[in-house]
């Protein structure tokens, strides 16, 4: 049996008192439940900036907005092991609904890497929800988005409204939940997520081998992610090498190394197995080892194009995931124009700058005319009055 997560419990604020809190000398509204969340959203006026556990404030352009606190919105709801679904509110942490699954050996799929900018800040579910936060396996196992199948939501008018469901085969009407991922809190505050979980790995193992530069590492990790041994993560450490995943029952994985060895026609200078794997896959799925630079950028990029990106902007630091698709880049200065124009296609978000150049520039990969019209009637049809999150993505 597990024991679920309620309002009041250690990680859960107590908001068993009920009411509307203000804070005025914060500027934040404190809403308890959907109920009250919806009072706050129907009354005209402010602005609000949508925050929980807080650990992504640092990212987007900063709000000038009274914070809407929704860290009452806490506890979990159902979850059936046996149908491999979870739905709780969203700002339950993430480190319980994680232990939680773990007592089942089971695991959120997508595997949301740490916070980089808030380590003090406890991630929730609803705030990796809305970033589309996905880790080194997102290759194998798809993005957050693709594991996010149900919701409950208030919208910038005040209304309440449900999409998806607590079913991973629901196709009827439009997929809000898709929608909404990777929004950032700009179209609608969660009341209620719904997520597919995956049974966790028996054991897993992390192979390491040498490569001369980032060519030669997207070269390897392409060829072992088109092999017959599923690796599920590949990416390149300057200095340490190419690192290639693999997950399943020991003997399998065991098995799958000889053969991506032989494939490969090289042999693995180190290894990494068990908790010491995982444990680097999840500080590489959030850029760690940049944490030092300043200046953080990601990038989303076709992975043969890579090579050049990187040759063509001279980044001071680096680190390569999803197999080239993904480029950390560190830096001491912004200099926008330089990793901009090096994409020609994919894009760039600055994950870390200072305030004052996160408030002049485009924080988010500037959208084409075509995708920036699409978002327009979203946000029109969502938050006509732009008081979710304003000018957060630009």
């Known amino acids: 049996?597990?024991?679920?997560?309620?309002?009041?419990?250690?990680?859960?604020?107590?908001?068993?008192?009920?009411?509307?809190?203000?804070?005025?000398?914060?500027?934040?509204?404190?809403?308890?439940?959907?109920?009250?969340?919806?009072?706050?959203?129907?009354?005209?006026?402010?602005?609000?900036?949508?925050?929980?556990?807080?650990?992504?404030?640092?990212?987007?352009?900063p709000m000038d907005a009274v914070i809407l606190d929704l860290s009452a919105l806490c506890g979990i709801v159902d979850y059936q092991p046996g149908e491999l679904v979870l739905t709780a509110r969203p700002a339950t942490p993430l480190a319980h609904i994680e232990a939680l699954l773990a007592g089942q050996r089971q695991r959120l799929g997508f595997e949301p890497p740490p916070a980089l900018l808030g380590p003090s800040s406890e991630q929730t579910l609803g705030g990796v929800l809305m970033?589309?936060?996905?880790?080194?396996?997102?290759?194998?196992?798809?993005?957050?988005?693709?594991?996010?199948?149900?919701?409950r939501a208030v919208n910038g008018r005040g209304e309440a409204f449900v999409g998806g469901g607590r079913v991973v085969k629901n196709v009827t009407g439009f997929d809000l939940p898709k929608a909404l991922a990777g929004s950032w809190g700009t179209l609608a505050a969660l009341t209620e997520v719904t997520v597919r979980v995956v049974p966790a790995a028996?054991?897993?193992?992390?192979?390491?081998?040498?490569?001369?530069?980032?060519?030669?590492?997207?070269?390897?990790?392409?060829?072992?992610?088109?092999?017959?041994?599923?690796?599920?993560?590949?990416?390149?450490?300057?200095?340490?090498?190419?690192?290639?995943?693999?997950e399943g029952p020991a003997a399998s994985v065991r098995s799958r190394a000889a053969g991506l060895t032989s494939v490969l026609m090289r042999a693995a200078h180190a290894q990494l197995e068990g908790p010491d794997s995982a444990g680097f896959w999840r500080q590489m799925g959030a850029g760690a080892a940049l944490a030092r630079c300043p200046v953080i950028w990601r990038l989303s990029v076709s992975p043969?194009?890579?090579?050049?990106?990187?040759?063509?902007?001279?980044?001071?630091?680096?680190?390569?995931?999803?197999?080239?698709?993904?480029?950390?880049?560190?830096?001491?200065?912004?200099?926008?124009?330089?990793?901009?124009?090096?994409?020609?296609?994919?894009?760039?978000?600055?994950?870390?700058?200072?305030?004052?150049?996160?408030?002049?520039?485009?924080?988010?990969?500037?959208?084409?005319?075509?995708?920036?019209?699409?978002?327009?009637?979203?946000?029109?049809?969502?938050?006509?009055?732009?008081?979710?999150?304003?000018?957060?993505?630009?």
């Open 1 to 61: 049996m597990f024991t679920a997560l309620r309002p009041g419990m250690p990680g859960c604020p107590d908001s068993s008192r009920g009411g509307i809190e203000l804070n005025i000398e914060a500027a934040a509204v404190r809403p308890g439940n959907e109920a009250e969340l919806v009072e706050v959203l129907r009354a005209p006026g402010a602005a609000y900036e949508l925050v929980a556990g807080g650990s992504k404030r640092g990212i987007g352009r």
């Open 131 to 151: 970033a589309n936060s996905s880790g080194s396996r997102r290759l194998a196992a798809g993005s957050a988005r693709d594991h996010f199948i149900g919701l």
């Open 202 to 246: 028996e054991f897993e193992c992390t192979l390491w081998f040498e490569a001369a530069g980032a060519a030669a590492a997207v070269a390897l990790c392409s060829q072992a992610l088109g092999s017959v041994f599923d690796v599920s993560s590949a990416g390149f450490v300057p200095g340490r090498g190419v690192a290639l995943r693999l």
């Open 304 to 394: 043969r194009q890579a090579a050049r990106i990187l040759q063509q902007i001279e980044p001071e630091d680096f680190l390569l995931d999803w197999g080239g698709g993904l480029i950390w880049v560190g830096a001491a200065e912004v200099d926008a124009a330089r990793i901009r124009g090096a994409l020609h296609g994919g894009h760039a978000t600055l994950i870390r700058a200072p305030e004052q150049r996160r408030r002049a520039l485009a924080v988010f990969e500037p959208q084409a005319p075509a995708l920036a019209a699409i978002a327009a009637r979203f946000k029109a049809a969502f938050d006509p009055d732009n008081r979710l999150n304003p000018g957060r993505m630009g």
